[in-house]
């Protein structure tokens, strides 16, 4: 399974590299923009920080080293070594690269789909898509579009979200959840925060701290993320323990 995913992981990066020649449209993990640590403290963050935003830059070599530190203090923290694949990898050191992989795979699976770019799908299975008082009939709407969020076609899921809107079919809970999963998929962290945040203001639900959780994380806001996965999990979200487990071991 590992080699799989090993050389699924590396036929994407290859056959993106050939196709644009551009490193910001290929890496594994990216966000937006560069994140400023003056919001995110100091030690180990700092560091990780630092060293995503000499990926973005094409410093592979300060990435690598700042990387180095992360996984040192860091060892079980599978993310870690997602990010260093990249860089080494960038750096043409393909067995370093597959060997961090290996070891993020290793650690955690899940992981690796969550700060991954360009996966949808992967992303969408990790993320609670139902309100714990969604309507049965529920599930139909869900399929549709999720099969567009797995195929990439986000422009095509928010239309569809929009109509649903319009009829006023779904209350708007329902709806802000939709929309924050949408942007989540999109690695616009920030605006899926904001519609969880509403419908959280409406009522503390389960899903909706787990997803915050997650885009709290990936967004560096490591404190109020990991605290959202252990309140979701203490309510009986049993997917975040194990996220919690799996991102917040450092």
């Known amino acids: 399974m590992i080699m799989k995913n090993l050389?699924?992981?590396f036929t994407i990066l290859s056959?993106?590299?050939?196709?644009?020649?551009?490193?910001?449209a290929i890496d594994l993990y990216r966000t937006n923009s560069p994140i400023d640590q003056r919001y995110y403290g100091e030690g180990s963050i700092k560091t990780l920080i630092t060293a995503d935003n000499n990926l973005r830059q094409g410093q592979w070599e300060s990435a690598i080293l700042a990387y180095?530190?992360?996984v040192a203090q860091w060892p079980n923290w599978a993310p870690a070594y997602v990010k260093r694949a990249v860089a080494k990898m960038r750096m043409g050191r393909r067995t370093e690269a597959e060997q961090d992989l290996a070891k993020a795979y290793q650690i955690s699976s899940n992981s690796?789909?969550?700060?991954?770019?360009?996966?949808?799908?992967?992303?969408?299975?990790?993320?609670?898509?139902?309100?714990?008082?969604?309507?049965a009939d529920w599930q139909e709407i869900l399929?549709?579009?999720?099969?567009?969020?797995?195929?990439?076609?986000?422009?095509?899921?928010?239309?569809?979200?929009?109509?649903l809107y319009a009829t006023n079919w779904l209350n708007e809970e329902e709806l802000a959840l939709l929309q924050g999963n949408v942007n989540?998929?999109?690695d616009d962290y920030l605006t899926a925060i904001a519609y969880y945040d509403w419908v959280?203001?409406?009522?503390?639900?389960?899903?909706?701290?787990h997803n915050r959780g997650l885009a709290q994380i990936?967004?560096?806001?490591?404190?109020?993320?990991?605290?959202?996965?252990?309140?979701?999990?203490?309510?009986?979200?049993?997917p975040s323990l194990e996220q919690h487990a799996d991102l917040c071991s450092f």
């Open 200 to 209: 959280l203001s409406r009522g503390t639900q389960a899903p909706l701290l």
């Open 68 to 70: 180095d530190v992360v």
């Open 15 to 24: 056959l993106a590299t050939a196709a644009t020649g551009q490193v910001a």
């Open 184 to 186: 989540f998929l999109r």
């Open 218 to 238: 990936l967004s560096y806001n490591f404190a109020d993320g990991c605290a959202d996965l252990l309140q979701a999990g203490a309510m009986g979200h049993l």
């Open 143 to 163: 399929h549709q579009l999720h099969q567009f969020k797995r195929q990439g076609n986000l422009t095509q899921a928010t239309t569809e979200i929009a109509d």
């Open 112 to 135: 690796v789909q969550l700060f991954s770019e360009r996966n949808p799908g992967g992303k969408l299975s990790l993320l609670a898509t139902e309100l714990e008082d969604s309507p």
């Open 7 to 9: 050389l699924f992981f």
